[in-house]
Structure formats: C-alpha cells, structure tokens
C-alpha cells in the first residue's frame, strides 16, 4: 500500500511539474511580441538593434526637425541631448505632438531611421513619461522638477 501512495505522489509531482514548464512556455510564446523594451536615442546610436527588434525609443522632438512629406508621412528628429535619431511616421500624430516636447515612439530602426508605428506626446505642461525623464536625467538636459 505505501508504494503505492508513493508511485502516486511521485505522478503528480512530474505531472504538476509538466504541467508548470508547459503554460511558462505558453506565456512566454504569447508574450513574445508584447514586451518592447525602452531606448534612448543614445542607446540606440550606441548599439543599433536589429531592423526586426520592434521597441521603443524616446526623448525630445527637435526644434525644426519636423518635415510633413506628401500624404500622412512625417519626419522628425528626436533626441535625449547627446545623440539625435531621425523617426519617420506614417499616421495621424497626437495633437500634443510638437517641437521641444517629450515623445515615446514604438516601431524598429531601419538603415539609420526609426520607423514607427505608435507615436505618444505628453499630456500635460508637466508630464513626461518615466523612461524619456530617466533618460534625459543621464544625459544632463531634463531640467524638470525631481518627482518620482
């Protein structure tokens, strides 16, 4: 009878392991697209992802950079004031979106220009998001108020 109980036991622990490799391996599948990671623009100058990596990037938009090309086509610059990298859009930018404000693109870097596929701007006169602020901070140019 102890054996048994024994045999049993042991089933359920390689079953319950089994079944715990089995759904980590599941979310992590599903998960693969889902997480971007966050760069600076001196991040990505740096150490140049590769043209499928989908991730973030965020800074300041350049004063004069922006340039509407024919149809919804945008170029811009953007910057965290040690390195600067040319962002082409094709879409509609948020009406926040202008010159010498804080924006986090999503998309991926292709021959030297970030094209993206998501543009955010800031909301308010005094936010920024946590990534462009921490970012901004390293390089010596954020001169906002120390919240955190």
Not at 47 to 55: D, I, K, L
Not at 128 to 147: F, H
């Amino acid at each position: 009878m102890k054996t048994l109980k024994k045999r049993r036991r042991v089933q359920i622990i390689i079953l319950a392991a089994v079944a715990l490799a089995l759904s980590t391996a599941l979310i992590g599948y599903a998960m693969r697209d889902g997480i971007n990671f966050f760069r600076s623009p001196s991040q990505v100058i740096a150490e140049p992802p590769a043209p499928s990596e989908v991730f973030r990037i965020g800074g300041l938009v350049e004063e004069g950079s922006i340039v509407r090309g024919q149809g919804e086509t945008v170029r811009f610059v953007v910057t965290d004031g040690g390195e600067s990298v040319p962002v082409a859009f094709t879409g509609v930018l948020p009406d926040l979106f202008s010159e010498n404000q804080g924006m986090v693109g999503t998309g991926s870097y292709v021959n030297g220009v970030f094209e993206a596929t998501e543009i955010l701007a800031k909301h308010d006169e005094t936010y920024m998001p946590k990534e462009v602020m921490d970012a901004l901070k390293e390089q010596g140019v954020y001169k906002g108020d120390e919240q955190s």
